[in-house]
């Protein structure tokens, strides 16, 4: 009967929250994830990773433009969002929402970015002509100040920004982790570890787009990987996702100890509904493989070539990836699959070109690379020609 | 002074903000409904309208105002606790306009058997019957009078077997 | 009745229900909130399955079809351990249930499930606007004006309670029928529950014959762990009720 094994209450059986809100977790969580590894450079002065640091910021700040999309898309009444801001309520987390939204993209992302890139957005507003001109002009608030002492001024305000970001984004994001894991009603996701989980593997997955990007980016330009950045980014990326990987495994064994009364409903859940997505997918082709490819360039480093190397970085970046995709699945999905009777599972039946469909989260994963793409036209995160003639370098 | 001197951009940054939030408080007093909060946080407002949602059932009462030998015929029965839209369905537009709204008709075949069908599940102290063997076709109301469904019971007025 | 009891029986019938129709329960001086906690017994031995419950609150909240704002269960339990009930709600129960035939085994019985109009609500917690709220009578309400439809509430509560309305793209659930109990009328399903297995409760007013029923029979909540408050209370539930 409609994809129903067993019993569900008669209101559970069609899935409230779809694979918009399985993206927004996601996207959020990249979001984090490369402010992170800007955030390395930044305030614990890892120079290695310096040639990132610009990207990564752009990146965060594409991808933060687009998480609100797929929850506007969602809700039955987008138009009285704005009540999120006029009438929060204290006890709900999804009310925090709007405001750490508000204050990480304003207060962090983009007045980091734009106090880094402030000398270049003078310059440019002078040398350039027409719409771009007004653009650029606009961006500089009107102040022509690019004096020593007002750019080292930039220096120790960004300083401050960042350090102050990183909490920033543990909450933006770990307050997503914090609605699923505070729901005593749902067995799948009430978890004090929920938060932390969602933190590290928000990280990875930030930490392994930026390194994808970079690669890509760099080669499209047709300039040489910095090797020593690269090796510096992954090596990051595993001691990240060990720890992320220890936490889910914390979760697993503890469940499977502990067998309380879901226990039996959820380990069904698991070897059937999600086998795929969470034996196949997550663990093992998206957990596991990477940690050995990982493991093996970390111990093995100057016996591997450049270009194995290369490829190692790109295939470990592709399937974390889609292991942290899958997480979020796992989660939102999972938690929905089952009965909260314990007693029956139901069926996601995704739809295609409706307004929470799979076309759209397509779109909206897409969406991101777009705003990025304008971004790098704009802000160039390395030296071009332009920036080359403006600087005298 | 000499600290503030070159980060005038700074304080044009920070402006940016004071404004905006001056613009959100701004609309937020205008935009916020007038009852909210009154009692806690919600639309003190939303108590009055969900309360004046239309009646559909007028509630035994209401009926036995007007039909009060009905109610009489009833409370003397077995159907005693049975009230009278649990089979007559939904009459508050009867009870309003008695006069132009007339209850429909009720088929005992399909109603009685909701009931009185014959299932294991039912608690045993429960009247249950198979319908098809027990009346050989014939229709609930011809042995039992629905408002006093006993056959031999002791009834003011009808009721009883026919 | 004659023709005379009718024509004066009629235009004080008419007076009467326009009184009980006008009632506005915070401003009216008839209904106090503060004066009421409401709260709902089940008597499950009393329950016969027959759906006159689903169909009535169906009726009178125009529920859409697929959707329940309440409904029934019915319990297969044909050995000791309380943890494999077979378990069956088709269309809500809204139609009853197929028959049994008696040669089956094992213990059967109908369970009518609700909104808890917990006192303690996890939904109305997650709410981020305050749109679902617990009103100063107990009774957890929607308001359909504000509500967003982001579902956060349907995901918190623990009895698969709630769900977004297909049309209106708000959340919808039990609403206790505030729109009757606040004019001295009872729930549709209790009105029209033939065997009194549904039976409104005030659990502030003293008068009330339920408070009796609660306090010399043994009574439990649903999920009680889950420690929400809930106002509904069953007598005689199995261990093997989820």
Redesign the interface.
């Known amino acids: 009967m409609n994809g129903v094994e067993g019993f569900m209450y008669p209101n559970e059986i069609a899935l409230h929250w779809s694979i918009l809100i399985v993206l927004y977790p996601y996207i959020t969580g990249l979001v984090a994830g490369a402010f992170i590894l800007a955030s390395l450079e930044r305030v614990f002065r890892v120079e290695a990773v310096k040639p990132t640091y610009r990207l990564a910021l752009l990146t965060a700040l594409a991808f933060l433009l687009d998480a609100p999309l797929p929850l506007q898309l969602h809700l039955g009444h987008p138009e009285r969002s704005p009540e999120m801001y006029f009438t929060p309520h204290a006890t709900s987390a999804m009310a925090m929402f709007g405001y750490v939204y508000l204050w990480y993209l304003m207060a962090v992302l983009v007045f980091e970015i734009w106090l880094d890139y402030r000398r270049e957005i003078v310059l440019w507003s002078q040398e350039t002509k027409g719409l771009l001109r007004i653009v650029y002009k606009i961006m500089s608030l009107g102040s022509t100040n690019v004096s020593d002492r007002a750019l080292h001024i930039d220096e120790k305000v960004g300083w401050v920004v960042t350090l102050i970001g990183i909490p920033s984004a543990f909450l933006l994001h770990g307050y997503v982790g914090f609605i699923f894991g505070s729901i005593k009603a749902n067995p799948w996701w009430s978890s004090p570890l929920m938060p932390v989980v969602f933190i590290f593997s928000a990280m990875v997955s930030g930490v392994a787009a930026v390194l994808l990007l970079y690669m890509a980016m760099t080669k499209l330009r047709k300039q040489p990987i910095d090797m020593r950045c690269v090796d510096t980014v992954a090596m990051y990326m595993f001691y990240i996702f060990i720890i992320d990987f220890s936490l889910e495994m914390l979760d697993l064994v503890h469940r499977i100890y502990e067998a309380d009364e879901s226990f039996r409903s959820l380990d069904f859940m698991v070897h059937t509904r999600l086998f795929v997505s969470q034996i196949v997918l997550q663990i093992l082709v998206g957990t596991l493989v990477p940690l050995v490819l990982l493991f093996i360039t970390q111990v093995w480093k100057r016996s591997l070539t450049e270009i194995v190397r290369k490829r190692i970085y790109v295939i470990c970046g592709s399937l974390i990836m889609i292991s942290v995709f899958a997480m979020r699945w796992n989660v939102v999905i999972g938690g929905q699959l089952f009965s909260k009777s314990f007693l029956g599972y139901t069926t996601y039946k995704m739809a295609l070109a409706t307004r929470e469909g799979l076309l759209a989260a397509i779109g909206l994963t897409i969406l991101p690379f777009l705003f990025l793409w304008v971004l790098v036209k704009l802000l160039p995160p390395w030296p071009t020609e332009k920036a080359a003639a403006v600087s005298g370098d | 002074m000499k600290y503030f ?6 304080f ?2 920070a402006g ?2 004071v404004i905006a939030f001056l613009v ?1 408080w701004a609309i ?1 007093g205008y ?3 007038r009852t ?1 909060g009154q ?6 407002a ?17 009926c036995e ?5 009905i109610a009489d015929t009833k409370k003397a029965g077995k ?1 005693a ?3 009278c ?2 089979c007559h ?2 009459q508050a537009k009867h ?2 306009d ?1 006069g132009s709204v007339t209850p429909a008709k009720l088929d005992t075949a399909v109603l009685c058997v ?2 009185h ?7 045993k102290n ?1 009247p249950q019957v198979n319908a098809a063997d027990h009346s050989n076709g014939l229709p609930c109301e011809t042995c039992h009078q629905p408002h006093s469904p006993a056959i031999g019971a002791d009834t003011a007025t009808k009721g009883g077997a026919k | 009745m004659n023709r005379r009891h009718f024509l004066i029986l009629m235009p004080a019938a008419a007076i009467a229900w326009k009184a009980v129709l006008a009632g506005e329960p915070e401003s009216s001086p008839n209904y106090k909130m503060s004066d009421h906690w409401w709260g709902m017994l089940i008597d499950v031995p009393k329950c016969i399955g027959c759906g006159n419950c689903v169909r009535a609150c169906a009726a009178e909240n125009d529920v859409p079809d697929g959707y329940f704002r309440t409904w029934v269960e019915r319990y297969h339990v044909d050995d000791v351990h309380m943890t494999n009930p077979t378990v069956i709600s088709p269309d809500g129960g809204k139609e009853g249930f197929p028959p049994v035939a008696q040669e089956d085994a094992g213990k059967y019985f109908f369970v009518p499930k609700l909104c808890n109009h917990c006192a303690e609500s996890p939904c109305t917690q997650v709410c981020p606007v305050g749109a679902t709220f617990v009103s100063p009578d107990g009774v957890v309400l929607v308001d359909p004006k504000y509500c967003l439809g982001c579902a956060y509430c349907v995901q918190a509560c623990p009895y698969g309670c709630r769900y977004i309305h297909p049309e209106k793209k708000v959340a919808d659930k039990c609403t206790l029928c505030y729109h009757r109990i606040t004019k001295g009328l009872t729930t549709a399903c209790a009105e029209n529950c033939p065997t009194g297995a549904r039976q409104l409760v005030d659990l502030k007013n003293p008068n009330d014959p339920i408070h009796a029923f609660l306090k010399t029979h043994s009574v439990q909540v649903l999920k009680p762990q889950m420690a929400t408050g809930a106002k509904v209370y069953y007598n005689e539930l199995d261990g093997s009720v989820r």
């Not at chain 2, 009692?39 to 003190?44: D, L, M, N, Q, S």
């Not at chain 2, 069908?117 to 608690?123: D, I, W």
């Open positions: 001197k070159d980060s005038g951009h700074l044009r940054f940016l903000f959100f937020r935009v916020i409904p909210f009692y806690g946080h919600y639309r003190a939303a108590i009055t309208e969900i309360a004046q949602h239309p009646l559909h059932y007028a509630g035994h009462d209401a105002t007007c039909h009060s030998d159907h606790h049975v009230n839209e649990a369905g939904p009870a309003d008695p909701r009931c069908e014959a299932s294991a599940a039912r608690p429960f």
